[in-house]
């Protein structure tokens, strides 16, 4: 049955050089808006929930743009405020083969989202209307006004019965220098008020400072998520392990783990033309099978078959249907669709 | 020695979204014109043939457009008669890696060619002009009209001497319900009339209905293809084996069979650029060689060849020379031509 | 205060040759999706208004592709419903100058939304849900089965106490020989339902069949349009006189007829770079004005700016906010605005 | 009744900056593919004609390129020849109001046109199968070898009863220092070949050296084309004067001199989108005149709106229709068709 | 005799959205870089002369992309320092008619060039190395730091003999409330270190806070002027008035106040691509004059010429050569030159 | 330490179909500036060093076009030399897989550099402000006048105690019929005068006539190259082997022979986007290694991944900053930099 789902996060313009030319070599940029929070709803909406996101856009041209743009996208645009001046922006350089894509942030402390005011959001009132919200570590990284706004909300979604995802994300470049240690206690009290997380082995051993003395990545998550999964009381934990492979293309597994047991997804390898927004996908289809009541089997390759499509198209943001992606479940690649 | 070739088909105008961008994505589309017909008089004009489409195209903007597209593509619009009101059209939607690529039909029905009236063309006229006709299944699929159309240009063909080409290209969603049940008796009409046909084992198969007890598709097709050529007098019958790979390659295998005798062509594996109209490239191939007299190994390697790059260069329809063909049937995959 | 407003009408396709080519010399196109209906309601958003779609796609990508469109532009899509298989759609070459922009339609009779079964809209249930609906003579066109429709729609509106807004814009081209005669029955059936109504004289004389004897348009109208208020007992008439001139500009001036008497707008002399769909614009106005009880004076002015401005922005949909066409009344044209 | 008429010609490649660009700003280039002999022919085509174009392309990716450009226009290929290495070119950069339009040439000397040697072409076998056969200035202009096919072609056309037709389209930067000197000898051989002659009192004044104390334009054209007529028994002259306005906008008359008399056709003022070529497009247009054989006012006027109507099209190459023209002969600038 | 100019001031980026949509509508931005300072020295060096900008840019690919657009532009970058993260930017919304044009900026306090500390520039190594340098009023208003270099950098070069140019341009939403309070002593402290300044009319009634009993601008001009560049020692004081007219025209006329005298440029009309940065062209065009010491005359319609031909360009920047300046002051609009 | 190099050769316009489009497809080129010269001094600015062109550029809109883009490439202008009429030119339209790319020239022997009166360059001048000059093949293959200024410009650059770089670059297509023994004696002449010597074992075996009994090609490198050394004394010769496969991947391996020894980089399998221009920067990193002081090891291996990196861009000339390199010389491919 279809759910009430919301996210809490920034909308970012995506400004990105045509093909794969350098920024110093181009006179045109194709511009779209996205966010971790943007791609997750957008994606849920597509598997048939109704996404809202809680967020806040400036009221100017840019501000309106990116609005019509999330409803195109699916997303609801009720808890969408306007107020403040700026939007965040990123340019994308494409990478091909031996060299890597780069992506060149603009000051988005000034945005209105990072200024909303302590009182922009009713939480009450928004939690009362939803069943399930989602976060993510990048917006932790901004600012304490930010993060307040975050740990009440999921507060009070908390204590209106509904379910707080969290998804850890940790950018090492926005926590700056000691960063590990400035974020652990943001994401103790996130982890402690969630109950799906999307993490690996990696936010256990750096964030949170747990040990191991396994060595190799898989062995080490099998010792650390269900520690975490214990000391915070989180019911599910997944995530992914990655490959880039030197022929443009990338390996991908899911994991997740609930009730005490791990699943896996099988290993997939595919062709990769657009990775940003891709662990969206992923966090989605978690978030889709749980809400619907998926076994953890299936839930995993959902989530791993969202996240490998959403590396075939452009943007940051995921397109499969549910029809898509339980197609591409099932069949081999084919041939042309008519 | 060059011949004057004439192909009965639809001209379809093919709109595409640019890159790999979906229709809810994108906000342009490349348009090009094209058809079964348009492809393998296109190319045959590029072997030295004079290529001629015996169509119809509607009295205003778009077939200006679709007439003005086919002159360029070497097609003599003598035969393109102009009447009606209307255009098919497909929209494709490139895929990418593990996502296939999509055409979505407007409604063909109504256009211009389907709705050629009786009287339209003059069979004996055009016949006594030209030294072969090609003909395809998807034409056949059309209505009652088109169909007779069909029949009677093969017959006054067949009459003065001509050769009759038809390229059996059953499409499951053209004919529906029951399909193979409905479109028997019409394949089996064309294939009275037809010198050379382009079909494999599943034509054989399902729309002709013949048994075999082999299971490789290879064992198939050489069990049946003989009882074909003997059951319906045909003299050359042509087709491929094709495999889509995972990395955006395809292989693909040629063969002919004549004089009771079957030969093939290598195995070729190669990166697919435009996958659409590659079928027809092949069986210009196959037209060019019976029409030039070269041998059964040379005619069906020149084909694959044809059909190979076919898939290298955008749209639909074949843009290599002859001289381009021969050159990559000797040659290894060279470094920049300068 | 804001109200809650819906359109009965069909989606279209726009495929606009980019500059001013012919579609026999370019090769891409840029697509939109857009409609009377879509425009009313797109422009009444913008206003602060909710405004309802109430219309069928295809369940397909270019259904998926026009339903994302329309989100873009503020339409709420409950009442679209998906089904079908086609979508109407038109190519538009802009005219330059001495060369007339030419339109060429598709087949749009077998589109989703002409095709809709007659137990597809939950009349009562819209009914009970808008303040008022907004038809067009385009819909009137179609088939009986969409005629249905309007007529079972428009009185279920009313009988809810809902206002019924009725857009002549008779279309010669979709009514055939004889189509003033065909037409008139249907058109009065409208007018009898309709509380609002945008017209001119020429509605009057050729598809009711009014006389006149007076020679100037004006002259005419301030003769005619009381004779169609009284018969039809319809509380606004509203419309507009054009004229196109030589040097790419139009002369536009608004009419508002209501308690027997008339207001007329500024004479607006503008540049114009889009000129389809501005009538949409003006009537947008003119249900904005009703709606919000603005005194006809300032109705009239409001429509008249919409339109004036709906001719300066590409597509066929109006893009002004409420906020741009009050600065547009009152300030003369200005210099950039930062 | 329809004609055969052939153009002998370079066919230049043009590459324009889009939009208003410098060559120094953008990044792109538009090309197409036209010369003077080309302009007319396709215009020919488009009234119902057959037209050929004797020209020299290269044996490469241009020339072929060129070749399939042409049969889009409408030009029968049968008498372009393929051999040599080079293709003429220019750039151009687009003027806007104040900033005049800019065209710079790439070395045309050594194109395969300009190079082709002395028996290429089989003058005796064009002139048996053709009506009539147009030259311009602009070859005259290019070096002794063209110079020498030009007259002999002339002359056979002229021995087998052909028109032909002259458009003295002097080019001083072609003709260097003492340019008339050089030119005069040549223009005369053609003048004295010549049925039909395009060219104003300027050719007269400046190119042929006679003499007039008379000052306006119009004064000298009245005073020296029946000189002209006389001296070199041309049948037919005809020719336009040109005012550059301020605004984007250009006036035309044309004027048209036979049997002793001149017609002149309405002065026409009007938008220019692309000017280059709209001289060719009024040549058409008294050729049209005179194979049609219509009255010299219908010719003269025709060949205006002709030449009008192609300021309004990008291109050097007019897309009018006969219909075009005669609907733009009678009607006023109108709204959208549809 | 060439000079070696400098300007201090930051660089933008302009990323403007294509033809006349707006941001919600597209989907593409062209994007070019440019400031006052850019403009001016990219024109001087266009005239022949030496030009630095004196600025500073982050160490990132936008600072990459900016630097190699600046040297394409003609500007020496000896002296742009790399530094700090971020580049200031603005969107443009091309307006047409009566849609004027839109700028929404990004936040630029926290540019790499706002942020410079104290010790970037090496004030007096500058200065013993250039004959000129041109300030603007846009960076007097961004902050303490950009000021303390603005008016140390002026001081040093008056002290090596230098002139020092001041542009008034004063930007209300630059200075917030109270805006003229708050410039006014810093725009006094630049024009006692000015030589040459530009203004007209309403710097010194608002920013200065003169008063005038005339009430037309010119009165008002020619009352106020003298008494500005008495008090404050100013060599030279240009500046212009512009009208926008509503054909897509603007009326511009330049002054230049010299020893005791003003000199008027002709009143040019003309047709507006792009308006952005006409302003910087009319200062290079009175610079250059100065610096080459053309007399008063010359210079002022040297300078309106520069204006008007940058309005006819695209991007902020102007592209004309001194020789195409020329020609535009003695001829008239021309056809193609070829 | 940077230092001041120099590179004489000539700039080509590069004119590309966009994507996978022929000539006869498409409708759009992208136009840049290069050649050998311009790449490789371009790729040594990127490294630190100051690079200058010593060239000739016509005197039009072309002209400016080129000097504009070589500035912004990083090159210094001071010794670009304005004059002459035209710009060679070349058109690439981009192979795929099985499809080759194809480079078609204009007439470049009319170019501005290669008419260059023998007066042109002040050979002393330049050689004194100097470190190094590199010269290649491709001019040497031109005409009898630039030969001249190579040669007395390498002779200046000698004797001024500066290095001169020769790249052998044999093109046998410039040299046509018995080109080998045409172009021996030129090499020689610039082997004798060279320091620096980019070549492999095919120059030696061909263009030299060395002699050999091996097969395989690198025991003919190791046989011929101190063969080549010793006679001409030449203190560094480098170059690479490159095998082209069959997945749109190439494999390079660099060796530099200095001492008496060889040294070979690491054998370079990747991707390829666009091949032409990548041998100038394997170029760039010897000139580099060898003018910084690195050891032979360093120097082939930061050649060799420069060299790897120049596929991955697009346009002829490298664009990878020396940290670029770097960073690729020691990490594996990384997914996205943020």
């Not at 080490?220 to 995530?239: C, S």
């Not at 940003?276 to 978690?286: C, K, L, N, R, Y």
Request: a negative charge; proline letters at 3%; one cysteine or more.
């Amino acid at each position: 049955m279809p759910k009430i789902i919301a996210a809490f996060g920034e909308v970012m313009m995506r400004l990105q050089v045509p093909g794969y030319d350098l920024l110093s070599q181009g006179n045109t940029l194709n511009y779209t808006f996205s966010g971790t929070g943007v791609n997750v709803i957008s994606a849920l909406s597509r598997y048939g929930h109704t996404g809202y996101l809680i967020s806040r856009l400036p009221s100017n041209s840019l501000g309106d743009a990116a609005a019509a743009y999330l409803r195109k996208l699916g997303v609801d645009s009720t808890f969408i405020h306007r107020g403040g001046n700026y939007l965040g922006m990123y340019f994308l350089e494409n990478g091909f083969g031996a060299r890597s894509s780069r992506v060149t942030y603009s000051n988005r402390l000034e945005s209105s989202f990072n200024t909303a005011p302590e009182s922009e959001y009713d939480y009450a009132n928004i939690a009362s209307r939803i069943d399930a919200v989602h976060f993510c570590g990048i917006t932790l990284a901004m600012n304490d006004g930010v993060r307040r706004h975050m740990k009440s909300l999921a507060q009070a979604v908390k204590e209106h019965g509904g379910t707080v995802i969290f998804d850890c994300n940790y950018r090492p470049s926005l926590w700056g220098e000691e960063g590990y240690t400035k974020a652990k206690p943001h994401y103790e009290d996130m982890l402690k008020l969630a109950d799906i997380v999307i993490m690996n082995e990696k936010d256990a051993l750096f964030t949170l400072g747990l040990e191991t003395e396994k060595i190799e990545r898989e062995d080490q998550l099998i010792d650390l998520i269900p520690v975490v999964a214990k000391r915070y009381h989180i019911q599910v934990i997944a995530g992914t392990h990655r490959a880039v492979n030197h022929n443009n293309t990338h390996t991908l597994r899911g994991f997740l783990f609930k009730n005490d047991h791990f699943v896996f997804s099988d290993e997939l390898t595919f062709s990769v033309y657009d990775r940003i927004g891709a662990g969206d996908a992923f966090a989605s289809g978690i978030i889709h099978g749980e809400m619907e009541g998926l076994n953890p089997n299936q839930t995993v390759q959902f989530a791993a078959v969202a996240g490998m499509l959403a590396h075939t198209v452009s943007g940051d943001t995921p397109m499969a249907s549910e029809a898509d992606i339980l197609r591409a479940m099932t069949e081999s690649v084919g041939d042309v669709e008519r």
